[in-house]
């Protein structure tokens, strides 16, 4: 494949090469497309510009490949995913550029695609690729129609695998399935919560406006601002001070309903990257105790570095050897904690706009390992909270495997925790995101937040 090129017309080029690297990696690797896509940029040596249609062309893959797909076969002799990888990303990328990129031409579109394909080795793919394109620029696509065919109707409108779909209809009803379905395409907004060791979300809001920025409060989380479009990051200057941490709305209000107090002993037990637990230490004004543990040592490092940013100094990080070793081999455990946070590892459903490629690595049959690898975790950090002491369960998924059934489940084995309703601990206008056990719930995506859940137990 070719490299960068200084011209314009070849840096378009290489920002496709890039993004078509970018999907390769995320296929074969199984891993998360932002890391995949920093690690491809970062030897790509792109302007800006090209770099940013990169970006734009990986994220409107990954979120729109059902439909790209669904278009691809109506045109093409075989079905896309008989096709080697690489072709058939290629012709996604083609497709998406053609169908979503209105100020790209289409001939643009086939011929960079074109380019791309005599890349491939060990065989010269251009001629199917220029022939599959050219016949679908010329062909009218219809959609499945939802009302004789729900399910493969809303999978392929709003790009989700058939097995998702069907389970949020069968789980929450076809108005609220699509509302789920239709939120994966949305793209985040970029929000930000006010750390407030530094300054008030008052100070960071005047600081931003006055720096040129576009800021919007968030609707629900006290602490929260939203964030127009900035450029890159890490050019954001109040990041780069520790005024702010990048976070969605809806985890913000998790920390909340622990009911934190200074001076306190807390166990983060799924700590890195670090946001609930930075947001911990700000609510006990940085005093107290904090213990974050992880199991793999580069989370950790990032959770000690974002620590650091943001000026923070009562957290001990502590790598843990084994997921089952959670709790046991501290010396605090043996002291016992006032709070105890597990936001757990899970499968990420509630947060599939902001990782599309998700869809296309998980299945049903995963949420069920979820499940059991939560249930160890909270019977394992459970002994250590001390008696009156809160632990709050949460998980940036809505399966019930996940969530309530997690819950549930360890209430009926440890009848010395009681479920507490979380409305008391939200803000006002959250009181209308619970279930009707009490726990947060965002199943619905009110306020534009990610999907998420959290349950407050307390230890009687």
């Not at 496709?16 to 690797?29: D, G, H, K, P």
Request: overall charge neutral.
């Amino acid at each position: 494949m070719t490299s960068p090129q200084s011209s314009p017309a070849r840096n378009t080029a290489s920002g496709r090469l890039l993004a078509l690297q970018t999907l390769m990696a995320v296929e074969r690797q199984n891993c998360f497309a932002d890391d995949a896509f920093a690690k491809s940029a970062t030897h790509a040596n792109l302007a800006p510009e090209d770099q940013a249609l990169a970006f734009e062309l990986v994220y409107g893959v990954l979120r729109h490949r059902a439909t790209l797909d669904w278009q691809l076969n109506a045109v093409a002799s075989r079905p896309v995913h008989r096709l080697p990888a690489v072709v058939a990303a290629i012709l996604r990328l083609g497709v998406y550029q053609m169908r979503y990129l209105e100020r790209i031409p289409v001939s643009a579109a086939v011929n960079e695609s074109v380019k791309l394909a005599k890349g491939v080795k060990g065989r010269d793919w251009s001629g199917v690729v220029n022939g599959i394109l050219r016949n679908l620029d010329r062909t009218e696509i219809e959609r499945p129609d939802m009302a004789h065919d729900p399910v493969n109707g809303m999978s392929v409108t709003y790009s989700c695998p058939n097995w998702l779909t069907q389970r949020w209809i069968d789980q929450w009803g076809f108005e609220t399935a699509e509302a789920m379905c239709r939120h994966t395409l949305t793209i985040p907004p970029l929000t930000l919560r006010t750390n407030t060791l530094r300054c008030s979300r008052e100070q960071l809001e005047t600081r931003l406006v006055e720096e040129g920025y576009t800021v919007s409060r968030t609707s629900v989380s006290p602490e929260g601002l939203i964030l127009e479009k900035c450029g890159p990051l890490q050019a954001l200057p109040v990041l780069r001070e520790g005024w702010c941490y990048v976070e969605d709305e809806a985890a913000q209000l998790v920390p909340l309903l622990l009911d934190i107090k200074p001076e306190q002993r807390v166990l983060d037990a799924c700590a890195a990257p670090g946001g609930k637990c930075s947001h911990i230490a700000a609510l006990m004004q940085n005093t107290g105790e904090i213990v974050a543990t992880d199991p793999e040592p580069r989370r950790l490092e990032r959770l000690g570095a974002n620590l650091r940013m943001l000026g923070i100094t009562c957290v001990e990080t502590v790598k843990i050897a084994h997921e089952a070793d959670r709790a046991s081999p501290w010396r605090h455990a043996q002291q016992g904690f006032d709070r105890i946070l597990v936001d757990a590892p899970c499968s990420g459903l509630g947060v599939l706009r902001r990782h599309p490629e998700a869809k296309w690595q998980k299945t049903s049959a995963q949420l069920d390992w979820h499940g059991k690898r939560q249930s160890g975790i909270l019977e394992r950090v459970a002994p250590y909270l001390r008696t009156g002491g809160v632990l709050v369960y949460s998980a940036c998924s809505t399966e019930p495997e996940e969530t309530t059934q997690v819950v549930s489940r360890f209430c009926q084995d440890r009848p010395e925790f009681c479920r507490e309703s979380t409305a008391r601990w939200l803000p006002p206008h959250a009181h209308s995101l619970t279930n009707p056990d009490g726990d947060f719930l965002t199943s619905g995506f009110r306020y534009n937040m990610d999907g998420f859940f959290a349950a407050r137990l307390r230890r009687t």
